[in-house]
């Protein structure tokens, strides 16, 4: 699951996160300033992410694979820990600032950059393999 924030919105990468989306079939979601950046009426958004308004944010806790997105570990993600997300789960974080990489949690991952750049070369990538398999 791809939660994106708001430095998804400073960097403009709804273009970007819709072709990673499309390409990939991975399920995102917006939270603060990056609300809009896909449309919540597009298949692969669930919308804003809130456990406490929104259900699918539950689905979090059975990722096996958690993409921050220019989202910061804090308490709106439960700093990235259990119950929210699973202890078992990768957790991949990109972010304009290193600092905020592994900020709680350490992370199988850590890319600093641009969010609109950094989505449109993984959906690039991804767009090289097969996606065909999933649903």
Request: charged share 20%; glycine share 10%.
């Given at each position: 699951?791809?939660?994106?924030?708001?430095?998804?919105?400073?960097?403009?990468?709804?273009?970007?996160?819709?072709?990673?989306i499309e390409t990939t079939r991975v399920p995102?979601?917006?939270?603060?300033?990056?609300?809009?950046?896909?449309?919540?009426?597009?298949?692969?958004?669930?919308?804003?992410?809130?456990?406490?308004?929104?259900?699918?944010?539950?689905?979090?806790?059975?990722?096996?694979?958690?993409?921050?997105?220019?989202?910061?570990?804090?308490?709106?993600?439960?700093?990235?820990?259990?119950?929210?997300?699973?202890?078992?789960?990768?957790?991949?974080?990109?972010?304009?600032?290193?600092?905020?990489?592994?900020?709680?949690?350490?992370?199988?991952?850590?890319?600093?950059?641009?969010?609109?750049?950094?989505?449109?070369?993984?959906?690039?990538?991804?767009?090289?393999?097969?996606?065909?398999?999933?649903?």
């Open positions: 699951m791809i939660i994106v924030g708001s430095a998804g919105a400073y960097s403009q990468s709804g273009e970007a996160l819709e072709n990673l995102l979601m917006t939270e603060g300033d990056a609300r809009g950046l896909v449309s919540d009426a597009h298949p692969y958004c669930y919308g804003f992410f809130d456990s406490g308004l929104n259900q699918a944010a539950k689905l979090l806790r059975e990722a096996d694979v958690v993409v921050l997105l220019g989202r910061k570990q804090d308490l709106i993600v439960g700093y990235a820990m259990a119950p929210v997300v699973s202890l078992e789960a990768t957790v991949i974080q990109i972010d304009p600032s290193e600092a905020e990489i592994g900020r709680n949690r350490g992370v199988g991952v850590g890319i600093v950059g641009d969010i609109s750049a950094v989505a449109q070369q993984l959906a690039d990538e991804a767009a090289k393999h097969s996606w065909s398999d999933l649903p």
